[in-house]
């Protein structure tokens, strides 16, 4: 099944058609088989099987936050949330308008690393740490190093928040906070994901060229979902 995303400019978001930033993440994309498109209407965002919000700067309603729970929870979607660091036009109090219904918090902080890092640059934090979305449909590692830049950290605040990706130890937070900089929520049930990542620029044009950058992006964006419907039903698909 062709995983289909909806790539949301309902929040004001970095648009994916932006041919500068985000070109090669497009079309590297599509070349593996994912349909993605540009998506400004709220209501047609769940009909697709994973849905990105990158970098939004409205905050979240509480009808929206309803909704992304029930893609989550009870429709089997994924939804990745991406951030910045520093609080940057307060990203962070925005992503956490709907992160917090999801066991996390994305700090006000700014994550550096002065040995672990992509050409002597501390912000371009450089980790091996990727404990999800390391392997490909094949189920082949083929993620060992990523860099992230500008991340902020993740705060879990429910014991079952899954890491993704975390720093290496000699990273730091300014603020003093564990260096987790992707985390995830898992609904077992329905095979939804939340995922919220401490930046937003992983997977732009200049770093989705670097380490294994491009494989990690596609993986965290492929998405088979469990669930279809039968008879008005939903029923649990065997993966």
Same mark, same amino acid.
Request: with cysteine; proline share 5%; charged share 30%.
């Given at each position: 099944m062709q995983t289909k995303v909806a790539w949301s400019i309902t929040h004001q978001e970095f648009t994916i058609t932006d041919y500068y930033y985000f070109s090669i993440l497009q079309r590297e994309a599509e070349k593996r088989g994912l349909i993605v498109h540009e998506v400004d209407n709220w209501e047609k965002l769940k009909e697709y099987h994973t849905i990105v919000f990158n970098?939004?700067?409205?905050?979240? &309603?509480? $009808?929206?936050?309803?909704?992304?729970?029930? +893609?989550? +929870?009870?429709?089997?979607? $994924?939804?990745?949330?991406? @951030?910045?660091? $520093?609080?940057?036009?307060?990203? #962070?109090?925005t992503c956490n308008t709907l992160a917090r219904r999801f066991g996390?918090?994305?700090?006000?902080?700014?994550? /550096?690393?002065?040995?672990?890092?992509?050409? @002597?640059? $501390?912000y371009f934090l450089v980790t091996s740490k990727i404990r999800r979305y390391n392997k490909n449909e094949k189920n082949e590692v083929n993620v060992n190093k990523i860099m992230l830049a500008c991340s902020a950290s993740i705060k879990p605040l429910m014991p079952d928040i899954k890491v993704v990706v975390r720093a290496e130890d000699t990273a730091q937070s300014n603020m003093g906070h564990? &260096?987790?900089?992707? #985390?995830?929520? /898992? #609904?077992? &049930?329905? @095979?939804?994901?939340?995922?919220?990542a401490g930046t937003c620029v992983f997977w732009d044009n200049y770093s989705i060229t670097l380490y294994d950058n491009l494989e990690f992006s596609i993986n965290l964006l492929r998405h088979t979902p469990k669930l279809k419907v039968e008879g008005g039903k939903q029923v649990i698909l065997e993966i």
């Open positions: 970098y939004p700067e409205i905050p979240f &309603t509480e $009808k929206e936050v309803q909704d992304v729970e029930r +893609w989550v +929870w009870e429709e089997g979607k $994924k939804v990745i949330l991406l @951030g910045y660091y $520093k609080n940057e036009d307060h990203i #962070a109090d996390m918090e994305l700090n006000p902080d700014e994550v /550096i690393d002065e040995v672990n890092n992509h050409q @002597g640059d $501390k564990y &260096t987790l900089l992707i #985390a995830e929520q /898992i #609904a077992p &049930t329905s @095979g939804g994901y939340f995922c919220l």
